[in-house]
């Protein structure tokens, strides 16, 4: 299966901004713009969550905590996701993961929300 690739972490100051973006190591062999994606992160000592989740009809999911500070989208020409994370808080800090259902997990990148 397709392996996805987040890249777009970093440090950022409290109130800051960060866009995570997501895409195939490899050409897809199916629509694959057209699939939900989901987006979870995991902090130290805690479960993997659920935040965000978007499909191409533009049915959205936002846990309580990021709603009106994150949102997703997808470039289906580019065959790339977007999180585009705002007015970030040091509770964000976590490992975040762009996840499509049934497939592979990638590596993750870094958000750390830090002064």
């Known amino acids: 299966q397709v392996q996805l690739v987040e890249s777009g972490g970093g440090l950022v100051q409290p109130g800051g901004s960060l866009r995570l973006s997501c895409a195939p190591s490899?050409?897809?062999?199916?629509?694959?713009?057209?699939?939900?994606l989901e987006w979870y992160r995991q902090a130290p000592g805690k479960q993997r969550e659920l935040v965000a989740s978007?499909?191409?009809?533009?049915?959205?999911y936002y846990e309580d905590s990021v709603k009106g500070r994150f949102t997703a989208s997808r470039d289906i020409a580019k065959i790339t996701f977007y999180l585009q994370m705002n007015s970030l808080k040091p509770e964000d800090t976590a490992v975040y993961y762009c996840?499509?259902?049934?497939?592979?997990w990638g590596q993750g990148t870094q958000v750390t929300v830090s002064s």
């Open positions: 996840y499509r259902p049934g497939g592979p």
């Open positions: 490899e050409p897809p062999t199916t629509i694959f713009s057209f699939f939900r």
């Open positions: 978007e499909t191409s009809d533009g049915d959205t």
